[in-house]
């Protein structure tokens, strides 16, 4: 998950280039077409009946829908905001895990997400950057939501290989992404400088192939709450980044909302239960 402390900014640096949702096919399609080829050049089965709706699903939630709103919620949110709002994720993925009857919610957990509605409320009014779109915000909220959910419902099947899951994933949801982009008559340009080459080739490799292989094999041995922990640690890369690469500026109180959300999440989600990993079945466990 440490590749993807990057991506906020490298979405927003694509922006100067590339209309939104055209922007986020341009990433997931080329994704989609390596993790097919994986799949053919290893003969992997593609799973069917529920395990292929489930697996379809997922791509809906996570990248369909979770991508389509992030990018879209980007527009008018500084980089840095966003990671804070993603690292809520793990605390946003129990509660879903507990509704499904995988997870127990216990009173810490609530506590813990007070304290990240209160961190968040701080990071806000910390931020530099003027005005802030509340809209535009509370799609990344959601995004963060259908990422979590996405997860929550591939806990199930996750014996079905994590590369087929990925093929199926982003290939539906690029399908969604691009039908987002036709709606709102997007031109479909690509990009017109080696820098914005590679940036796209980042956000396609280092931000979509391999952190999305990398959380499926920890989700095959995690608990769904926990396989997503490493999001905690994202926001401190993306608050260097962005304020290395773009005229984006933290104040103290925004570093002060940000490690509250992170001790909240810590405290909530990640020290509910330890994990252990069993030296005879070589399994994780909660």
Known sequence: MILSGGVSVAIRISYAELPTFWGAA??????????????????????????????????????????????????????????IIVSLTPLMTLFFANLHGREKIVARNLLSALLACAGITIAFGGMSAGNLSMIHLFSLLIAAACMAEGGVIMKGYTRINPIVIAAIATTVGTIIIIALSLLNKEPWLLPSSPQMWWVMAYLTIGASVIPLLLYLYILKRWPASAAIYPMVLMPFVTVLLATSLTDERVTWVFILGGLLVVIAVWFGAIMVQPIHLSRKSGQMDH
Do not use: D, N
């Open 26 to 83: 341009i990433r997931f399609g080329p994704a989609a077409i390596v993790l097919w080829g994986v799949v053919l050049i290893r003969r992997i089965p593609v799973p069917m009946g529920r395990a292929l709706l489930v697996s379809l699903l997922f791509g809906v939630l996570s990248i369909g829908f979770g991508r389509s709103l992030m990018y879209w919620g980007l527009e008018e949110t500084p980089a840095s905001l966003h990671q």
